[in-house]
């Protein structure tokens, strides 16, 4: 299943306004064989999904202009998009926040602050899945 | 006269004082950007260095562009964590950088205190766990604080004690000592155990509330005696602390809570009931949220709705019901 | 001399003692911002915030927007309020019984739905029609009140607030991405004694806005927006810190401020009958504290920054100073015995005494300080050395102030990037004291007839620049 023999690389969008994360999270999985799209708020996630389907999201659930949530349930909305597996970046604390991603349509979450290793094989798994 | 003269020196001396500043924010900015260049031609370096483990060697980088490397990397250890800041930790130590911190934490100066305190905590490296908890005991708050949070940062169980004295004895804000014990989790449990019996009230709930946080079902067993506490606040907390638990064993207690004679802490009582579940609550519950005052009777609603939805339908249509039940009704419909 | 001019010399003389212990009174207040900004700006690296936005500790916020006809920014403003830094607050929007669409775009933007919302009793107000609650947000409600003025519905905001502390800010403002982690970051720290905090307000005229934020920080063209530009900057990084040190802030401004909801409830939330709410929210605040010798703070947080539209043109920004000044009279009025009032500390002792003897007497100083010296001169009756020197330190002192206060804005927050900005905000310093400072005195002396006449009603002025900068040089 590994990324690196099937010949078109699958592509994640990656969402974040925070850069850093943004960069290592897009280091880790285009190093993994991905090809990675980066949006750096909601308005440009939604827009790049729309422009070229991928086959994960990854999704930070604090955004400017639509936040994580919103994002997840636009992808839903879309029958482009409707299938598209999300996984949310959550720093928040809050007991209700992974239900609510959930309830969105996510598919799993991952704590910031996160180990790279764990997200990608994550991925991996939800891809694998597929 | 000579007071008009001198406002209008006064008034020539500001002039130039803010011209002066003008020339010098246009130099700053050049810095600025010369140190995000700086930045982004180190961050593919740093991102290898903590990402992957086949690049063992850290680039030998001097002056500016070492302290440029420092500050990613440390900024990278709040966004991490796993082996990557394991590798962080290694990097820091290796560069010399941990150990000048652990000196400045010596300093005479009390910024390079405050300085070396909070920095150590982004560097990933247990061995200055000692030289903080030494600071710990600074004659200065910013200091002490800094240190607690670095504590926490590097999840130093041997901060535990510490740093509950120091919330204990206002030595610290007890919310930040409080996240820092958050950060260490479960080991700290027990200590805050042992603090469910401190004669001060505050300090009660202080525990039960961060056990609420990072116990697990096992600790809850401390937790139900606290229920009929001598103070609202602390039976406030630990019913908070048992509903973010989960634990059962406090069900009927909690059900009881429901009939005390302070209003938040019955609010308190029916949102835990609500975390925990079983309808054998329900009964109770409706009657608070019928009829009790705005905060318990809404936290009821709210619990009930959790519990046993289908039943706030029914009972929010009816002519008691109060306004709580017919919103927690309304809410469950979105 | 005649009896007539003495008296008009007296008088002179007077106005210009005044005038030289208020600028006293300004430089000790800049001094003490000076040496605050030396001490806390090298800390703003290590405050934690990223540790308190991690925390479950930090305790809820309900941010309270009062709404009227605000159809075309208050989607954006909301969108952006709930995208804030902050771990756990909600965004209650109280529609003021707007007469545009403004329930409308909110109820398609966030997919609402009327719910049978619960609301306190506690503080009276006008009816709430409906609520609504949205779908994909669970942490924004919108309220529906028939018309009653923004402090009525920022009470009904109260009322249905659900976290311990809330947030009143205006529609039209925009906070800062982690102006609400640090607003409250004192009340993390002390949490047994503050009880409010107000944070900095700046004009936002000309500052390139896109979704709710702040992207880029410009002045505008309009001159009067530049100078008020300057006022709040003055107001704000100058005199709330000093005032603040010396543990006498008797103002958070109503366009941002953090409060206690429960103390809030105690009190009676906001006084609907003036148009001073905020300042007369902070003295009863204060007055109810002392009374009962419970221990408090009420704290200034410098970067904590919110973002407000002043008004650009000058019949607005009259008929706002105008309000001001009757507000200011409203609550001294309900608060004179605070006055002087050794019982209430530095808030009696020195706040009060400065509103009422310098921020509310000034404007009669200032013009007819200014006009009876004048003609003194041109009679003969004073010496040119003497009019010189009240013409000096009126400008001049204005001038050392100003540029104190530019001065620390460039060194301890260097909003303004742009050199011209800071170039044009430097010649206001001088430019206000001509026309601005006299057509300002002017409304405010004009306030004084307002509150004779008994004026209540809010006046038609546009829901613009609610902040007030207040403590200003004359």
């Given at each position: 299943m590994s990324a690196e023999d099937s010949a078109p690389k699958q592509v994640i969008l990656i969402a974040d306004d925070d850069e850093d994360i943004l960069q290592l999270v897009a280091f880790r999985l285009e190093r993994s064989g991905y090809t990675v799209i980066k949006a750096r708020d909601g308005e440009e996630a939604i827009e790049a999904a729309r422009k070229q389907v991928p086959d994960l999201a990854v999704l930070d659930v604090r955004m400017p202009k639509f936040d994580g949530f919103e994002v997840t349930r636009a992808l839903r909305a879309d029958e482009a998009t409707k299938r598209v597996p999300v996984i949310l970046l959550t720093a928040k604390v809050q007991d209700g926040d992974v239900q609510r991603g959930f309830d969105a349509g996510a598919d799993d979450y991952v704590r910031k602050p996160f180990s790279p290793q764990e997200l990608r094989s994550r991925v991996q798994a939800i891809l694998g899945r597929r | 006269m000579t007071l008009a003269a001198g406002v209008l020196v006064l008034a020539?001396?500001?002039?130039?004082?803010?011209?002066?500043?003008?020339?010098?924010?246009?130099?700053?900015?050049?810095?600025?950007?010369?140190?995000?260049?700086?930045?982004?031609?180190?961050?593919?370096?740093a991102i290898d260095l903590v990402d992957d483990p086949e690049v063992a060697e850290a680039p030998v980088l001097t002056g500016t562009e070492a302290r440029v490397f420092?500050?990613?990397?440390?900024?990278?250890?709040?966004?991490?964590?796993g082996e990557a800041e394991d590798r962080i930790g290694a990097y820091f130590e290796a560069s010399g950088a941990v150990d000048h911190m652990r000196r400045q934490l010596r300093s005479r100066r009390v910024r390079r205190r405050v300085q070396a305190a909070f920095e150590l905590g982004d560097m990933a490296s247990q061995r200055s766990v000692p030289d903080l908890l030494h600071a710990m005991a600074d004659r200065s708050l910013d200091v002490r604080a800094a240190a607690a949070r670095s504590l926490g940062r590097l999840g130093a169980t041997a901060a535990v004690e510490p740093l509950i004295d120091a919330a204990i004895g206002q030595r610290v804000p007890r919310s930040v000592a409080g996240a820092a014990l958050l950060e260490i989790g479960a080991p700290a449990v027990p200590d805050l155990l042992k603090l469910l019996d401190h004669p001060d009230p505050r300090f009660r709930s202080y525990a039960l509330d961060l056990v609420g946080l990072v116990g697990s079902a096992t600790d809850a067993d401390a937790l139900p005696a606290r229920l009929r506490d001598p103070s609202s606040e602390v039976r406030a907390t630990a019913a908070a602390a048992i509903g973010r638990l989960g634990a059962a064993t406090g069900r009927d207690a909690l059900i009881v809570l429901l009939e005390d004679r302070v209003p938040f802490v019955r609010a308190a009582a029916a949102t835990a009931l609500g975390q925990i579940g079983g309808r054998s609550a329900t009964t109770a519950l409706l009657e608070v949220a019928r009829h009790d005052v705005f905060d318990p009777a809404s936290e009821a609603?709210?619990?009930?709705?959790?519990?046993?939805?289908e039943l706030v339908f029914t009972v929010a249509e009816e002519p008691d019901a109060g306004p709580h039940l017919r919103e927690a009704a309304d809410r469950l419909d979105l | 001399m005649n009896p007539v001019e003495v008296a008009l010399v007296a008088f002179s003389v007077v106005s210009f003692v005044y005038f030289v212990a208020l600028d006293i009174l300004y430089l000790l207040l800049t001094g003490l911002a000076w040496n605050d900004l030396r001490q806390s700006l090298w800390r703003r690296r290590y405050l934690g915030l990223d540790e308190a936005f991690a925390s479950p500790l930090t305790p809820g916020i309900s941010l309270l927007i009062p709404a009227y006809n605000e159809e075309a920014g208050i989607v954006e403003s909301v969108r952006s309020l709930l995208a804030l830094r902050y771990p756990k607050h909600e965004v209650v929007v109280v529609n003021d019984g707007s007469t545009d669409g403004t329930i409308a775009a909110l109820v398609k933007a966030f997919d609402m739905v009327p719910v049978r919302q619960a609301v306190r009793e506690g503080i009276a107000t006008a009816t709430i029609r409906v609520a609504y609650a949205s779908r994909p947000h669970p942490n924004l409600l919108v309220l529906d009140k028939e018309n009653a003025g923004r402090s009525d519905a920022v009470n009904a905001g109260v009322n249905a607030a659900r976290y311990p502390y809330v947030c009143m800010i205006d529609a039209d403002s925009l906070?800062?991405?982690?102006?609400?982690?640090?607003?409250?970051k004192p009340l993390l720290d002390d949490p047994e004694n503050v009880i409010a905090a107000g944070g900095t307000v700046r004009a936002a005229n000309g500052c390139r806005i896109?979704?709710?934020?702040?992207?880029?920080?410009?002045?505008?063209?309009s001159r009067l927006a530049t100078i008020q530009t300057l006022e709040y900057i003055r107001a704000f990084l100058v005199s709330r810190i000093g005032w603040s040190r010396l543990r006498a802030l008797g103002l958070i401004s109503g366009a941002f401020g953090i409060y206690d909801r429960a103390l809030l409830q105690t009190v009676g939330g906001l006084w609907t009958d003036t148009?001073?709410?905020?300042?007369?929210?902070?003295?009863?605040?204060?007055?109810?504290?002392?009374?009962?010798?419970?221990?408090?703070k009420v704290v200034f947080v410098d970067d904590a920054v919110c973002w407000t539209e002043v008004p650009e043109d000058l019949a607005t920004l009259g008929k706002q100073r105008r309000r001001w000044q009757r507000g200011l009279f409203e609550s001294l009025r309900r608060h004179r015995v605070m006055i002087g009032n050794p019982k209430y500390g530095p808030i009696g002792l020195v706040a009060a005494v400065y509103f009422a003897v310098f921020e509310f007497l000034s404007p009669l100083f200032a013009l007819l300080g200014l006009g009876v010296s004048v003609v003194l001169w041109a009679i003969g009756a004073v010496s040119t050395g003497y009019i010189a020197s009240f013409l000096a330190v009126s400008v001049g002192m204005g001038v050392v102030l100003s540029t104190a206060a530019l001065a620390i804005e460039l060194i301890g927050y260097g909003r303004y990037e742009r050199r011209r900005d800071v170039g044009r905000l430097l010649s206001y310093t001088v430019i206000e004291s001509f026309g601005f400072h006299q057509l300002h005195n002017w409304w405010r002396f004009m306030g004084y007839f307002d509150i004779f006449r008994g004026k209540t009603e809010w006046g038609e002025q546009k829901r613009k620049g609610l902040a007030r900068p207040a403590?200003?040089?004359?």
């Open positions: - | 020539l001396a500001g002039v130039v004082l803010v011209l002066v500043l003008i020339v010098d924010r246009g130099r700053a900015r050049a810095r600025v950007d010369r140190l995000r260049e700086v930045a982004d031609r180190l961050r593919p370096a420092a500050e990613l990397l440390a900024h990278y250890s709040r966004l991490l964590r609603a709210r619990a009930l709705a959790r519990i046993d939805p | 906070l800062e991405h982690d102006a609400l982690l640090r607003i409250a896109d979704h709710g934020q702040v992207l880029d920080v410009r002045l505008g063209k148009v001073g709410e905020d300042l007369e929210l902070t003295l009863r605040l204060h007055r109810h504290l002392r009374d009962r010798g419970e221990p408090y403590d200003e040089t004359p």
